[in-house]
């Protein structure tokens, strides 16, 4: 059974450039939660979705969106892009986002 | 405001022997706890996890026990092997799973 996929697993953008992340989730997993990882601010929960709905939202800027797609396929994006911004973005999946969530292995964004 | 705090950021321990990592929360609404382990530029891995409703759960080497009176947790390694070393996060959730706040993570080091 495939695991969680995330694409690009690298990426570099130039301040003030949008950027779109990809990530496929387990297959029959319909609730896709997106994290933020950086070295001051730990694991952050950015935004979950589930049925093509967002259900939670963490503390981030508008900047910060996402979406999901009827095959549970999920994608967010960050416009304006801000140096702060570069980190690992995880997305982790779950059948209902009742049970134990699967993590990605990540795309590292670095902003210069 | 911290809501989930791992307060050792660094653990080493000898191979064979019992590892033990702590995790406190605040958050008295939170009901489901769950253990992840990372690798650098890794997408962290479930280990195990845990209902409010119990103290105990076990898998394998792995032991998570759960205080909710002192609003605290530990994940139990035993045996230690060399392969445990990374950083361990503890998380919480409200609603069993799809919103997850993390801890900031113990790096484990199990010496050979």
């Known amino acids: 059974k495939a695991g969680v996929t995330q694409t690009p697993r690298y990426l570099i953008k130039t301040r003030g450039q949008q950027v779109t992340l990809s990530c496929s989730p387990i297959s029959g997993h319909r609730s896709v939660s997106w994290y933020q990882q950086t070295p001051g601010q730990g694991l952050q929960f950015l935004f979950e979705?589930?049925?093509?709905?967002?259900?939670n939202k963490g503390n981030f800027p508008g900047r910060f969106s996402g979406r999901q797609f009827s095959n549970s396929r999920s994608e967010m994006n960050v416009s304006t892009l801000e140096l702060g911004d570069s980190a690992l973005y995880l997305c982790a999946s779950s059948f209902y986002g009742d049970t134990e969530a699967f993590f990605g292995q990540g795309t590292r964004l670095t902003v210069v | 405001d911290q809501q989930v705090k791992q307060n050792s950021p660094s653990l080493s321990v000898q191979e064979g022997r019992i590892s033990i990592l702590n995790c406190d929360y605040t958050?008295?609404?939170?009901?489901?706890f769950l253990w992840y382990k990372k690798y650098p530029a890794e997408g962290p891995t479930f280990l195990i996890s845990?209902?409010?409703?119990?103290d105990k759960n076990e898998d394998g080497r792995f032991t998570v026990f759960l205080n909710k009176s002192a609003k605290h947790l530990s994940l139990h390694i035993v045996p230690s092997q060399p392969g445990d070393s990374a950083v361990y996060f503890c998380?919480?959730?409200?609603?069993?799973?799809?919103?997850?706040?993390f801890g900031g993570g113990t790096r484990l080091m199990v010496k050979p």
């Open positions: 998380a919480a959730s409200d609603n069993a799973g799809n919103m997850l706040t």
């Open positions: 979705y589930f049925s093509e709905t967002q259900r």
């Open positions: 958050n008295s609404m939170f009901d489901y």
């Open positions: 845990i209902s409010s409703i119990k």
